[in-house]
């Protein structure tokens, strides 16, 4: 039963997968062949740019459709558990997500690797990229679980964003020390800080516990998801 | 009048919290940054308010006017809405001002608590506030107008939102990145200040640029507003658009338009509209010459030691490097590198560091990158120019030196120095000097003066002649012609007075000499290329009037909104087989090759920009291609046509 969730699933995201290759891979290619900017400033505007955009783009039209298009009651009443549903849908939408970051990666190194930059510092700011964007396509995922339509799920993967920006900046003016990066670990800010010192004793923290975090939103988001047939559409 | 008030009322209650969310951000935001500002250094500001209005505008904009339209569209509350007895152009109207009035508040008071914050600041910021609020503003409307319109349309408001995002980018860079539409470019109209107040009886008088630009609005008593007419033409097709955005957002609404788009319309149509403005960019800034080679410097140049300029000639030259990046600095050592890139060589020999006699002694200038010259014709020679004490006088003078290249021992050594005299002047050295070598002279531009250096015996140079008054420039004029029946554009050049030299070699060395103020030249075959800020200007030699040559501009290439905006800065620029190479100082630096072949044109045929480094000269090398030389590296990029 789990095949078709995915057959399913993949002919409903693909366009979104070239979509975000597209766009993400072009930017790159465009930028990098024209020298636009410096291959570093490059690489970072795409991960930068491309990390928040990805997962909210993904989360629009993950649940939310369903329960706009009215097809959720039908999917919930297949004889596969609720959960698997729900992963089905979050390991696509993941892959989708992560998959126009990869190519505009292959893209820079194609480009670009050994130009200004070794192949090691190029890769180095796109896994931060992929763990940013699968940290907040989580997080979206199962906090916008239940929204009826895709302006909401966007909402709530805007909300959570500016939320982590404001933990991060309120820890900045709080506190006139080094907070010891908490605060971006907290938030997954921390698979930016590349290229600082404090940087490789910040990444393990950092995933470490967004892997604890997004293991307790997918258990609470799959539950959600389980008990959407009981709630209003 | 009581339907109105509902109205009001209904439009009051959907929009109040919109008005809250969006005031923590744009009052909340500066404030509470402001506050902890005052915590930690008693000072209670912050610079971000008119960051967060120009960067978020828009956003607002759009978000409030999505938000107000598309949620009444759906079609059982649309249908219930219009079955009521009211209005449809109030409703509409009530609608649309109830949105207005939040982004304009908000917009205004995030950038009135900036002006606040800074009352004490220079003026210059004050300007830049004045000209978000007397113009941003109007982008501000249009974009909530549009997005109001498509809200209307649209009628779902992810995807009113997502389209309304790609308007907006539209109306903000699509004029700046294509051309014809650069007369409403707002980021060039706000970088000109376009309102400001005046003192009547202080205005500077008139000048071409003020008589086609500016124009004057009398106030009362001796105060006055002095506006930018393109400031004018933008505000004045903004209020159309606006108007008619709600003219139509009106009709949609009697005439139930819908616009049928899913979500991968939607965001098609957002993709490829950035990706559009990408390719308009990298059409206009981005390199289209590729790097063909590029050569690590790091294993002959020490630490802090940077590129600042190339002899070149064929495929072999001399590359000049200081301690100080390029300024002049009592600490700045100068030293040279011979290269070789005939055939497949790139050889670079070993540094041979410039040690001026006496230049250490604390009484002596050191020796100033731009006044050292190199010829082919005597590759073991270097020649500079130097100002130091007169043993005879114990006056300062100038000395035009002549040192050998030893690689061997890595050292200059002096071999002769002319004294040229004190010339008089407390102008400092690297200020207004320009020098350049033509058949065994040597040419100095120098404190309004031109020495002319005889080099016949290579190593032991003597003065030829110094002239009194400057060359180069000394005037143009633009007048009609009855004959030609169009209007002529002349300058005229004081060349150098050398009548061994024909008037292309004249021309050639004026050019060199000329500086770089208000523009820098170039010539080659009786043209001459001008390249300023505001043009490249391609001119024609006609006559002579004694040692004054008279040109005829015979064609001329404005630089696009964008190269303004970006405020492109030409430095340096040569001519060879047709192509002017210009190289521009503007951000990381890059060249520019135009081709002005063909009389009435001046085409841009070509653009290398220096990612990944500081670009600091250019030379052209036989059949290879343009030499770039970066701080720590070289690169040879292919010339255009290949």
């Not at chain 2, 951000?25 to 971000?48: C, D, E, K, M, V």
């Amino acid at each position: 039963m789990i095949k078709p969730l995915i057959w399913k699933e993949w002919h409903e995201q693909r366009w979104k997968l070239v979509f975000g290759c597209v766009l993400l891979m072009g930017y790159t290619a465009i930028g990098l062949q024209s020298r636009l900017w410096t291959d570093e400033g490059m690489v970072l505007t795409t991960c930068v740019w491309g990390a928040p955009f990805l997962p909210i783009f993904v989360v629009m039209g993950l649940f939310s459709m369903e329960r706009q298009d009215r097809t959720l009651e039908r999917l919930l009443s297949l004889p596969v558990k609720p959960w698997k549903v729900f992963s089905v849908k979050l390991v696509i939408g993941a892959v989708i997500c992560v998959l126009p970051i990869l190519g505009s990666m292959l893209i820079t190194l194609f480009i670009a690797a050994g130009r200004e930059m070794t192949a090691w510092r190029i890769i180095i700011p796109y896994l931060g990229s992929m763990g940013f964007i699968l940290a907040m396509f989580i997080w979206s995922a199962a906090i916008g679980v239940r929204q009826p339509g895709e302006a909401r799920a966007a909402l709530v993967s805007l909300a959570i964003l500016i939320g982590w920006a404001a933990i991060v900046m309120v820890a900045d003016e709080m506190f006139t020390r080094p907070v010891d990066g908490w605060s971006l670990a907290i938030t997954p800010f921390g698979f930016f800080h590349i290229g600082r010192d404090y940087y490789y004793s910040l990444l393990p923290k950092t995933i470490l516990i967004q892997l604890a975090l997004a293991v307790c939103l997918i258990v609470w988001g799959a539950r959600r998801f389980s008990r959407l047939e009981k709630t209003k559409v | 009048m009581k339907a109105s008030i509902a109205l009001m009322w209904k439009e009051w209650s959907e929009v109040r919290w919109s008005l809250f969310a969006w005031s923590l951000i744009f009052i909340g935001f500066p404030l509470f940054t402001a506050f902890f500002n005052y915590l930690h250094t008693q000072r209670f500001y912050s610079p971000i308010g008119a960051v967060i209005a120009s960067g978020f505008g828009g956003i607002c904009a759009i978000f409030i006017a999505s938000g107000l339209t598309c949620p009444d569209m759906r079609v059982k509350l649309f249908n219930f809405a219009i079955s009521k007895p009211i209005n449809i152009n109030k409703w509409i109207t009530i609608k649309y001002f109830a949105g207005l009035v939040v982004v304009i508040f908000v917009y205004l008071s995030a950038l009135i608590i900036e002006y606040y914050f800074s009352r004490n600041q220079d003026h210059y910021s004050h300007k830049a506030l004045y000209a978000l609020m007397n113009t941003h503003t109007f982008t501000i409307i249009l974009i909530y107008s549009l997005s109001f319109f498509v809200g209307c349309v649209v009628r779902k408001t992810a995807y009113a939102a997502i389209v309304s995002v790609s308007v907006a980018l539209l109306v903000y860079f699509l004029p700046l990145l294509f051309p014809p539409l650069g007369a409403f470019s707002i980021f060039n109209i706000m970088e000109q200040w376009p309102i400001q107040t005046v003192h009547l009886s202080r205005l500077e008088s008139g000048g071409p640029w003020f008589g086609e630009k500016l124009r004057v609005l009398k106030l009362s008593g001796d105060f006055g507003i002095r506006y930018n007419i393109e400031w004018l033409r933008y505000v004045v097709v903004a209020v159309i658009s606006i108007a008619l955005s709600i003219i139509f957002s009106a009709l949609a609404i009697k005439k139930d338009w819908r616009l049928k788009i899913g979500q991968k319309s939607v965001l098609w149509s957002f993709g490829i509209v950035g990706l559009l403005l990408l390719s308009g960019l990298a059409f206009q800034i981005g390199s289209n010459l590729k790097c063909i080679n590029q050569i690590s410097l790091k294993p002959i140049v020490k630490e802090k030691q940077a590129l600042v300029k190339i002899f070149s000639r064929g495929n072999k030259g001399l590359l000049m490097f200081t301690d100080g990046q390029g300024r002049l600095s009592h600490e700045s050592g100068i030293s040279v590198s011979r290269y070789d890139f005939a055939g497949n060589n790139t050889k670079i020999s070993p540094t041979i560091s410039l040690e001026p006699d006496g230049g250490t002694q604390w009484r002596n200038w050191p020796v100033e990158w731009r006044s050292v010259l190199w010829s082919e014709k005597n590759p073991d020679l270097i020649y500079y120019l130097k100002r130091e004490v007169d043993p005879d006088t114990g006056k300062y003078a100038f000395y035009f030196c002549t040192a050998s290249l030893d690689e061997e021992v890595g050292k200059t050594s002096v071999i002769h120095k002319l004294n040229i005299g004190s010339l008089r002047s407390q102008k400092t050295l690297s200020s207004c000097q320009y020098m350049t070598l033509k058949n065994d002279k040597a040419y100095l531009s120098l404190f309004e003066k031109l020495i002319i250096v005889d080099l016949a015996i290579p190593n032991k140079p003597s003065l030829s002649k110094v002239v009194d008054g400057t060359i180069g420039y000394v005037g143009s004029s633009y007048s009609f012609d009855p004959e030609l029946g169009r209007n002529r554009s002349l300058i005229r050049l004081n060349l150098v007075p050398d009548d061994s030299l024909s008037i292309e070699e004249r021309l050639d060395i004026t050019a060199k000499l000329a500086g770089i103020t208000p523009f820098i030249m170039a010539a080659s075959n009786k043209k001459v290329v001008l390249a300023a800020k505001e043009y490249v200007r391609f001119y024609e030699f006609k006559s002579m009037e004694d040692d004054v040559a008279i040109l005829e501009m015979i064609g001329q290439r404005l630089p696009t909104p964008l190269e303004r905006y970006l405020r492109w800065n030409p430095e340096y620029m040569f001519i060879s087989d047709d192509l002017a190479y210009v190289f521009d100082t503007r951000g990381g630096n890059s060249v520019t090759v135009f081709d002005i072949g063909k009389t009435g044109t001046v085409k841009r045929v070509g653009h290398y920009a220096s990612a990944g480094g500081r670009m600091q000269a250019i030379a052209l090398l036989q059949e290879k291609g343009i030499l770039v030389g970066m701080e720590d590296k070289l690169q040879i990029v292919a010339p255009p046509y290949e």
